[in-house]
């Protein structure tokens, strides 16, 4: 007994031992913004938007800037600017300017993935300016706070599937994935908001170019699988010109639009042809149609199975020209090289130089399951 | 007096079933944090092959152990040892063991020591955490072994229910990092299963566990039971890595199994992986206790020292050990070299052994059955 009580007071004491990191001294680093300097090549300028909790603030958001050559040398050179030690144990947003993202983004995330204090969890983004440029506009002019903003403006597309999940573990992964390129997504300062335009597609490390939000949407229809997606589509109207009920709309409109969503997804690829570089993929697709801009017979059976194929034709005719623009641009982000590569092992740059040539048989089947209490 | 057959005492005895939670946690520790990359830079993504050759192998060491073992009718390997080669020789094995012993247990500290100095304290000096974990073992070896495998008992399900986290990792997983199958040569396969060893070091216990056990003839079933689990573990955790890992990523990893629980996140615990690392105590502590417990139960068996004074040694040294080792490739390099040592000691010796004991057996029949006619 006397043993186990000698035991416990020394476990008890040798806590003390322990830095202690009491949470008013903190600043807890929720974002940062990195960037190439534009004088000195090898600079980073970095911005970091951090949490205070000091009861006597206004604001319990704090941003500060500061320059080095490594990212633990500019937090370094932060915390002499700050009155709170900064510490990056909940990075939620890590943003890269474009000119950085378009430099090669690798050797500041593996500096991140080899911290064991950062999350894997935390979001990455490219910004379409100065990463800094865009949290300081953000942080002066709006009243919002900036670095929940972002965590939240990037969480809760995510979570409704707009957006492809980008996390720094995803990012890697696809990084050093062979035949699999990362996309991440591009933001814009819209009315002193934060706002994500587009999609940055990456080619390995370095940015290789942009595509709208609806072109990303078909990445993860091919890639992955949808709980419940939307999309919007705009078909030509010539082809429903017989069945359309003339009477009820007087519109003369050169579209039908149409707005699918709880929209569902599966779908598998399979390499076909290793001469041809041939994909075959196979996409079922179920939906609910929520809007559509003329009055069709919804009710009747070959009207929705002419909309099912027409709806299929246009997101064929989209896929096929997204495609067209990954060749040109030689990205990868849906995956066909790690396809390949799980049949023929082969290199990154090796497939690099195929990918112009690959071919993708598209078997897509869209089924329409509801429409709105209506007919 | 014949030093190779042991008597002990009836409250000193364990029980079979505890040799199942006896394998798995000696065996458990910290290899397992680090094995699924050493088994990945061998064998590639048909790893998760060589564990299972691995598997197979250690299974056929530990038939070979209890084969050594069941020859005599209640000893230890030092008997065996003393019985074979003689008073001097067997002294001079024992030593080995105990100096091995001593190496693998200052390796698992400075292992979990660094662990804990990357993912949660990095200015926490080593010295307080290894007097912590020195502490901790003294308390437990001191009070016997039937204390020691009580901890072992406990801890094991307290530390089980990290498995259960794994199951993010596992929706991660994708199924194109297993392809193409069987790409890795044989011999590569073996390599890689070699690579496992210092993950499955210190089934050595069974050796001087074995006289303790009271109901024997239910040993080998509880061993390899535990033994099945510490191979279920290893393959677990190497095909989840080999599935959530890049093929470039998982060579640079060095400790895989952690980063796993990396992806773990909830609102009320955002850093799971701090947990898991605080939690990583649980499963090397039962290790680290029943390492100290060989190598003072050894020392008392061969110089008759007292187990409290031979402990209080062990105890200053591993402190010392673990507080000044700093740099992070001594300690990879010190780990190497013990999974290198205990390859030949834990696995190739005993198969070596039985051939002997089973040719000495035959010699003494014969010596006998000539001394009667």
Redesign the interface.
């Known amino acids: 007994m006397k043993r186990l009580i000698l035991v416990s007071i020394f476990l008890l004491l040798s806590a003390g031992c322990a830095p202690a990191y009491p949470i008013e001294r903190l600043g807890i680093i929720n974002t940062i913004g990195v960037d190439s300097d534009n004088e000195d090549s090898q600079a980073l300028n970095t911005t970091y938007v951090y949490f205070q909790f000091d009861p006597n603030a206004k604001n319990i958001n704090e941003i500060i800037s500061s320059k080095a050559k490594t990212l633990k040398g500019a937090r370094e050179k932060a915390n002499v600017k700050s009155n709170f030690q900064l510490v990056p144990g909940k990075l939620r947003v890590l943003m890269m300017g474009r000119p950085l993202a378009e430099k090669g983004v690798a050797s500041i995330l593996d500096t991140l993935v080899r911290d064991a204090k950062i999350t894997d969890t935390m979001f990455l983004a490219v910004a379409d300016q100065a990463a800094g440029d865009v949290l300081h506009e953000v942080f002066q002019r709006s009243t919002t706070n900036v670095g929940n903003h972002l965590y939240q403006l990037i969480d809760t597309n995510v979570d409704q599937e707009i957006l492809i999940r980008t996390t720094l573990r995803d990012f890697m992964h696809k990084y050093y994935d062979i035949g699999s390129d990362p996309v991440l997504p591009l933001i814009s300062v819209v009315e002193h908001m934060p706002s994500i335009e587009r999609m940055a597609l990456f080619r390995d490390e370095t940015y290789a170019g942009d595509i709208s939000i609806e072109e990303g949407f078909f990445i993860k229809l091919l890639s992955g699988r949808y709980q419940s997606g939307r999309i919007e589509l705009s078909l030509p109207i010539e082809e429903f010109e017989n069945i359309r009920q003339k009477d009820t709309d007087q519109r003369e409109e050169e579209s039908l639009f149409l707005s699918l969503s709880e929209l569902r997804s599966h779908n598998s690829i399979k390499l076909v042809s290793k001469e041809e570089l041939r994909f075959q993929s196979d996409i079922k697709v179920q939906a609910r149609l929520l809007e559509i801009s003329e009055q069709l017979e919804l009710d009747k059976e070959e009207v929705v199975k002419k909309l099912e194929k027409a709806i299929e034709k246009d997101i064929n005719r989209q896929i096929n020209q997204l495609l067209d623009k990954f060749r040109e641009l030689k990205v990868d982000p849906i995956g066909f090289g790690s396809i390949y590569n799980a049949k023929h092992p082969t290199t990154q740059e090796e497939w690099r130089n195929l990918l112009p040539e690959m071919k993708l048989d598209l078997n897509l089947n869209v089924n329409i399951i509801r429409q709105g209490i209506i007919d | 007096m014949n030093p190779t057959n042991l008597t002990i005492k009836p409250t000193m005895r364990i029980k079979a079933f505890y040799l199942f939670f006896i394998m798995t946690s000696i065996q458990t520790g910290s290899g397992i944090m680090g094995v699924p990359r050493y088994i990945y830079m061998q064998s590639k993504q048909d790893a998760w092959i060589s564990v299972l050759i691995a598997g197979v192998l250690v299974h056929i060491v530990l038939a070979a152990m209890f084969a050594i073992l069941n020859h005599y009718e209640n000893t230890d390997i030092l008997g065996v040892q003393t019985d074979l080669f003689g008073k001097w020789i067997g002294k001079l094995l024992g030593t080995i063991y105990i100096i091995y012993f001593f190496f693998v247990l200052l390796s698992v500290t400075m292992d979990y020591i660094q662990v804990v100095q990357?993912?949660i304290?990095p200015?926490?000096?080593a010295w307080?955490l290894a007097?912590?974990l020195v502490?901790?073992i003294v308390?437990a070896v001191?009070s016997g072994l039937r204390v020691a495998v009580g901890i072992t008992f406990i801890f094991f399900f307290l530390s089980l229910w990290l498995l259960v986290f794994l199951y993010k990792s596992v929706t991660?997983m994708?199924?194109?990092h297993f392809?193409?199958f069987l790409?890795a040569s044989p011999l590569e396969l073996l390599q890689g299963a070699r690579h496992t060893s210092y993950s499955y070091l210190g089934m050595e216990i069974l050796f001087f566990i074995y006289p303790f056990i009271s109901n024997k003839e239910k040993a080998k079933l509880a061993t390899h039971l535990g033994l099945g689990m510490t191979t279920f573990l290893i393959l677990l955790v190497t095909v989840i890595s080999i599935g959530y890992?890049?093929?470039?990523?998982l060579p640079e990893q060095i400790w895989p199994v952690l980063?796993l629980f990396?992806?773990v996140?909830y609102s009320v615990v955002?850093?799971f992986?701090v947990l898991v690392v605080t939690e990583w105590m649980m499963v090397i502590l039962p290790n680290m206790i029943l390492l100290a417990w060989m190598i003072s139960h050894i020392t008392k068996r061969l110089y008759h020292v007292q187990q409290r004074k031979v402990l209080m040694v062990v105890a200053i040294l591993l402190l010392i050990g673990a507080g000044i080792t700093k740099h992070e490739y001594f300690i990879l390099q010190f780990i190497n070299g013990v999974a290198a040592s205990g390859f030949w000691i834990a696995f190739v010796y005993p198969i070596i052994l039985l051939p002997m004991v089973w040719l000495k057996g035959k010699w003494k029949k014969s010596k006998k059955a000539g001394a009667k006619t």
């Not at chain 2, 890992?245 to 990523?249: A, H, I, L, T």
């Open positions: 990357t993912f304290f200015r926490l000096s307080v007097s912590v502490l901790l308390y001191m991660y994708e199924i194109t392809q193409p790409s890992f890049s093929p470039g990523e980063v990396k992806i996140e955002g850093r992986d």
